[in-house]
């Protein structure tokens, strides 16, 4: 297969965040909404690390969502602050890593919220 099907093959699997929504991997959903869930992460970097992730799979990262639907990233946003404020304080950071060598490693958009006892001035790394 050329480099260029194999990407399209693997453009075309449903995106770890896809099958755990479908139920097909399990993880614990906080929140959801019609368009919008927040599960916890499975490896958290902060005492409060939970991860906000349109339905859709149609978006790669926060910069494709921005343009191609920016209602449905007020909404991620909304569901951010909400679910900081139930387990947390409601203060939060919200964190998108987009591309490879930001860290991205799962291309279904997602913002990772980190929130509970932050250290003031780290920006994570
Ligand atoms: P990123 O590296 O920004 O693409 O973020 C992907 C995040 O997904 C990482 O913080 C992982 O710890 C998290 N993650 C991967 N698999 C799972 C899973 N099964 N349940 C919850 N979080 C996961």
Redesign the pocket.
Same mark, same amino acid.
């Given at each position: 297969m050329s480099e260029a099907l194999t990407r399209l093959d693997a453009m075309s699997e449903p995106s =770890?965040f896809t099958r755990?929504l479908q139920g097909e991997?399990p993880?614990e959903i906080v929140a959801e909404t019609e368009n919008v869930f927040a599960?916890?992460? =499975?490896?958290p970097q902060a005492p409060v690390h939970l991860?906000v992730i349109p339905k859709t799979a149609q978006y790669r990262d926060v910069v494709a969502l921005a343009a191609g639907d920016p209602a449905l990233l007020a909404e991620v946003v909304d569901l951010a602050h909400r679910v900081a404020a139930e387990h947390a304080d409601g203060d939060f950071r919200l964190v998108f890593?987009t591309g490879e060598g930001a860290?991205?490693?799962?291309f279904h958009v997602?913002a990772?919220v980190l929130a509970g006892g932050l250290n003031e001035k780290s920006l994570g790394g």
């Amino acid at each position: 297969m050329s480099e260029a099907l194999t990407r399209l093959d693997a453009m075309s699997e449903p995106s =770890i965040f896809t099958r755990i929504l479908q139920g097909e991997i399990p993880a614990e959903i906080v929140a959801e909404t019609e368009n919008v869930f927040a599960i916890r992460d =499975i490896a958290p970097q902060a005492p409060v690390h939970l991860l906000v992730i349109p339905k859709t799979a149609q978006y790669r990262d926060v910069v494709a969502l921005a343009a191609g639907d920016p209602a449905l990233l007020a909404e991620v946003v909304d569901l951010a602050h909400r679910v900081a404020a139930e387990h947390a304080d409601g203060d939060f950071r919200l964190v998108f890593n987009t591309g490879e060598g930001a860290g991205q490693t799962v291309f279904h958009v997602h913002a990772h919220v980190l929130a509970g006892g932050l250290n003031e001035k780290s920006l994570g790394g």
